[in-house]
């Protein structure tokens, strides 16, 4: 289909496992430019596995990844190429992973500084834009600790931003934050999709992924089991699996938007990060 | 056969000595005594003399002869093993009642001991190889707790530009003569010529006359003349029964010269003062006897605090280097590296750092000096490895502790940025894990300090040697150690408030240190 937007990162066939644990059983899936692609399902399905092995954070066992048609080398890379392909897609985490040894400025300025070899007083300026942008340059000079958690997210996003990503990868980014503080992150989310921004976003939110995402892909188990637009994969499920999840999720909290991320299928929430 | 009826001159001499010396009311004694054991104290490390045997038990010339006179006095032999350093500060506090380890007879131990009549004649001799026909800039090993560095000093006609090394015992001063450390030492005759028959030293040889003889006593209190005339009465039968020639034989190998032993009991009749009066310190002269030994051992100490500060502060400074590349290194990707570190960290915190001294002391000081042929390696860089190794394993396993507690999210932000493994630690992870590391570092630190009190065993004069060194010269017992432990506390202090300061400063402005790093 060649009217399309083009595909910037492309999985095939992606497997991994971790031991005997199978999470990632033959991936198949395309980033298009420009678009958003949320990813959902139960805990454990193998989301934030399938995120990490995109920006080579984890190598997957086996598979092809290609970026921009090209095919990606992961089995043998050289630090410095892996950081080339890492640098293209910005990542932000559940946890935030501000460096709490770095004050707000600092935490932004690091990459482009360290990374890509912008001079500081530079770096500076564009870090201050990047606050404006997610509201909180009268931050700069406080120390992550200070935050609340909303505003860490923020940051985090600022400093994923400041590399210039072509992709932006947000895993769960609002799950670790209280309520009122969800709506303003997906404001800025929204707002980045707006602009232009390709990302793919690991949600529970389904009524954001309703509302931004293009595409949507139902992860059960290592496989997408369904995808397609908003529309199609919310109000016309074909999948046992995909139906049986949305019953349970909208008989668990009708309205708020937020699954009930326990107990699906009976699978424990494994929370991996402190 | 016994010796005595072959010399009649001598012994009548010595009877005479003896009635002077001996008013007939042996009895009085007993009132030193609260119940019927006589407690004896001796090293336990002054071969052939006294020594311990698999059991533990005392056993030697001096073991033998304490029993043995005990039970002529009519006592149980209760014998004491203690420190030589701390031997007569023992019998000033009353831990025994008499030293019986090989003590010579010197004025300067007279004026704070009563002494029995000499159980044997020694005396200091020179040993050295074969060949070796001068001692003009000899370097010349002694042990700390002799008189011999003494003696050294003061003939510098004998022992012309010689430099002077002090070891802990004669087992370590053939160890040192072994491996080139020292060219010739000075040590008691007899015990000399123990080692040379224990074959340790093939090549040592006796070299000119005796320096200086040595009369040996048994030591007591100042007010127990008693008891002493007891010992001197029990001495006396001893030798006369052929018992004493028994254990002298039995022990250190020869026939007791037992003329050379008579003609020392004319000098101690001769010498030592009749009465309890003029043995004793006179009230008056002791307290100027007091001022003098501390004021004279003040630079002595602060001789030593200066060597341990010197050793600390280097170590300290180094170890934090060396001990973070280690500590990076149990975290590096090659198998190798990580494997080297975690080997080196297990070897080291695994064996004690006395032996890592002698180790770098005796073992590779001595490999290097020979490879290169000439002295690169002293005892001071010996014991700047050994400190610098051990804290280095210590900071480094420290410093892989804070590394591994570091959120692995840290990783993962990181290294979605675009930075490099090695940025990733330099930058974010090992400033957070010299900040968490931080208190148990200083801890290092502060055992460090203390544990540089152990480099006296390879000869340098550091604090707690100087302390040790000043309790045996002047038999003050407290105050040098006193002294020792006082600025010991104010260095750890120091070190404390400082590694306190710098965490408030790091818990304030977190980025002072990362920017530093
Ligand atoms: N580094 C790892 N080592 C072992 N198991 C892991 C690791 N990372 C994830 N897993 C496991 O893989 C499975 C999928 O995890 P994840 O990708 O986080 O799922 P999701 O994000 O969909 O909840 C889980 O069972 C998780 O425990
Ligand atoms: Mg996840």
């Known amino acids: ?274 | 056969m016994n010796k005595l009826q072959k010399t009649p001159g001598i012994l009548s001499l010595v009877l005479l000595a003896c009635l002077a010396l001996l008013p007939f009311r042996v009895a009085a004694g007993a009132s030193d005594m609260n119940d019927s054991s006589l407690r004896l104290a001796m090293s336990g490390a002054f071969q052939p003399f006294s020594t311990t045997d698999a059991a533990g038990k005392l056993v030697g010339f001096d073991a033998d002869m304490a029993r043995e006179l005990a039970r002529q006095m009519g006592y149980a032999p209760q014998l004491i093993q203690t420190d030589w350093a701390g031997i007569q500060a023992g019998l000033q506090t009353g831990k025994y009642d008499l030293i019986c380890g090989s003590m010579a007879i010197t004025q300067q131990r007279l004026e704070k001991m009563l002494f029995s009549l000499p159980y044997y004649v020694s005396g200091a001799q020179i040993f050295t190889r074969r060949g070796n026909d001068n001692l003009r800039g000899s370097r010349i090993g002694v042990t700390e707790d002799s008189t011999y560095a003494h003696y050294i000093e003061e003939h510098p006609d004998l022992f012309p530009q010689v430099s002077i090394f002090t070891y802990g015992s004669e087992a370590e001063i053939v160890a040192a003569m072994n491996t080139d450390k020292i060219d010739a030492f000075v040590s008691d005759r007899i015990v000399g010529g123990f080692y040379i028959r224990q074959g340790a030293a093939g090549d040592i040889r006796p070299w000119g006359d005796l320096l200086y003889r040595e009369a040996v006593g048994i030591a007591a209190r100042t007010d127990s003349s008693a008891l002493i005339r007891q010992v001197n009465l029990a001495l006396l039968a001893l030798v006369q029964s052929g018992t004493y020639e028994k254990i002298y034989r039995k022990w250190v190998g020869t026939t007791p010269d037992l003329k050379l032993l008579f003609s020392a009991w004319g000098d101690y009749a001769r010498h030592i003062p009749r009465s309890d009066q003029s043995i004793r310190p006179a009230a008056e002269t002791q307290q100027p006897v007091f001022a003098d030994s501390l004021s004279s051992m003040l630079p002595l100490l602060a001789r030593g605090a200066v060597l341990t500060l010197l050793l600390s502060m280097v170590t300290a400074v180094t170890a934090m280097g060396t001990g973070a590349l280690v500590g990076i290194g149990t975290v590096s990707r090659q198998p190798f590296l990580r494997r080297v570190s975690n080997g080196f960290i297990w070897v080291v915190r695994g064996t004690p750092l006395l032996v890592q001294l002698f180790m770098a002391y005796f073992a590779l000081a001595t490999l290097i000096n020979r490879l290169l042929g000439f002295e690169a390696i002293g005892a001071l860089g010996a014991a700047f490895i050994a400190l610098i190794v051990n804290t280095t394993a210590y900071n480094a396993e420290t410093l892989r502790g804070g590394i591994t507690a570091v959120d692995r999210g840290q990783w993962d932000a990181a290294a979605s940025i675009g930075m490099t493994r090695s940025k990733i630690l330099r930058r974010i992870v090992l400033p957070q894990a010299f900040r968490d590391a931080l208190p148990s570092l200083g801890n290092n630190l502060v055992v460090l300090i203390k544990d540089t009190s152990l480099v006296g065993a390879i000869t340098l004069i550091e604090l707690t040697y100087v302390a040790r060194n000043v309790v045996f010269q002047t038999g003050q017992a407290f105050l040098p150690f006193l002294c020792a432990a006082g600025f010991y506390l104010a260095m750890i202090s120091l070190v404390t408030l400082g590694v306190k300061a710098l965490e408030n400063r790091l818990r304030r402005s977190r980025r002072a240190l990362g920017e530093s790093i």
């Open chain 1, 1 to 274: 289909m060649s009217d399309r937007p083009r595909v910037e990162i492309e999985t095939r066939a992606l497997r991994k496992s971790f031991g005997p644990l199978t999470v990632l059983d033959g991936v198949d899936f395309k980033v298009r430019r420009h678009q958003v692609h949320a990813l959902f399902g139960p805990s454990g399905s193998g989301k934030s596995t399938f995120l990490r092995c995109l920006n080579l954070l984890e190598y997957p066992d086996s598979g092809e990844i290609f970026w921009k048609g090209e095919p990606v080398d992961y089995r043998n890379m050289r630090p410095a190429e892996l950081s080339r392909h890492r640098r293209k897609m910005g990542m932000v985490f559940q946890h935030f992973h501000l460096f709490p040894h770095r004050k707000v400025l600092d935490n932004i300025i690091e990459g482009p500084v360290q990374v890509l070899g912008t001079p500081t007083r530079k770096a500076r300026e564009q870090g201050m834009q990047l606050l404006q942008q997610v509201g909180l340059e009268e931050k700069a000079m406080a120390w992550p600790e200070q935050l609340s958690g909303g505003q860490k997210q923020r940051v985090a996003i600022a400093r994923a931003l400041a590399m210039n990503p072509e992709v932006l990868l947000l895993d769960e980014v609002t799950s670790a934050l209280d309520v009122e503080m969800i709506s303003g992150i997906n404001e800025l989310l929204t707002g980045l999709a707006a602009a232009g921004m390709t990302m793919v976003v690991v949600t529970h939110d389904l009524d954001f992924a309703r509302r931004v995402a293009d595409c949507l892909c139902f992860f059960d188990e290592g496989r997408i089991v369904e995808s397609g637009p908003p529309e199609k994969v919310l109000d016309r499920p074909e999948s046992p699996r995909l139906i049986d999840f949305l019953s349970s999720f909208q008989a668990s909290e009708p309205g708020t938007g937020k699954m009930n991320k326990g107990g699906l299928y009976g699978r424990p929430m494994v929370k991996k990060h402190k």
